[in-house]
């Protein structure tokens, strides 16, 4: 039992390039979530995915796009890269989105740097 | 939506307790305080959350204060492998479809020998 699983753990990428960061869990669960991080500051919502076939914007949306492949798979997209954007990235997973208990497991994270 | 308070940063002695406080004074009757911590880069791990009543499980205690307006973590007997950021959480609704966890910056718990 992996739990949620990201992919690559490490990225570099050049400003304007494209690439997808891509996240997996095993657990069964509905609702999934991109989150990042910023030196010193605590996580920022992204994206989510109550479910499978939906998804919703979070905190900082902008220059992100998401799909939710199926109930096991959620990938994030930058389509071209900004400084801005270098950050860690954090997937996670939860069983239920609209309930009153929200426990959500982490990946260990992707670190992206543009350059 | 409800906001969490904690302290930028606290320490403790290897052994002794750690209490962690947060306010969360504009909580509504039926949301959840959750606790995570994240150790050095690492993904953040859940460790306890709970409504009203004081929880315990195998990584900590939590203490709700009756008016549910602030809540304590306890780590009982902290060791060095504890220091980490620790983050007090209450749920934030985005859409109709769904809610998210709110970090802010959390608490960083220092554990020394």
């Known amino acids: 039992n992996a739990g949620v699983t990201q992919t690559p753990k490490f990225q570099v990428l050049k400003t304007g390039q494209s690439m997808t960061l891509q996240c997996a869990q095993d657990m069964n669960h509905n609702s999934m979530y991109w989150y990042r991080q910023d030196p010193g500051m605590g996580l920022r919502l992204i994206y989510y995915s109550a479910s499978e076939g939906t998804t919703d914007k979070g905190e900082v949306p902008n220059g992100y796009n998401v799909s939710r492949l199926n109930k096991r798979e959620f990938s994030l997209r930058l389509e071209s890269a900004a400084p801005s954007q270098t950050s860690v990235y954090f997937c996670a997973s939860s069983s239920l989105g609209g309930g009153r208990e929200n426990i959500q497991y982490f990946g260990a994270g992707t670190r992206l740097s543009v350059l | 939506d409800a906001k969490t308070t904690q302290p930028t940063s606290m320490d403790c002695a290897e052994g002794r307790a750690a209490n962690l406080p947060c306010n969360h004074s504009?909580?509504?009757?039926?949301?959840?305080v959750y606790w995570y911590r994240q150790i050095h880069s690492q993904g953040p791990q859940y460790i306890i959350h709970?409504?009203?009543n004081n929880e315990t499980n195998e990584m900590a205690s939590l203490i709700i204060t009756e008016d549910r307006k602030s809540s304590t973590l306890i780590l009982p007997h902290a060791t060095l492998r504890d220091t980490a950021v620790y983050y007090c959480?209450?749920?934030?609704?985005?859409?109709?479809?769904?809610?998210?966890?709110?970090f802010g910056k959390g608490t960083s718990l220092l554990v020394t020998p």
């Open positions: 709970g409504l009203k």
């Open positions: 504009t909580i509504s009757g039926n949301e959840y």
């Open positions: 959480i209450v749920r934030v609704m985005y859409s109709n479809s769904g809610y998210a966890l709110n």
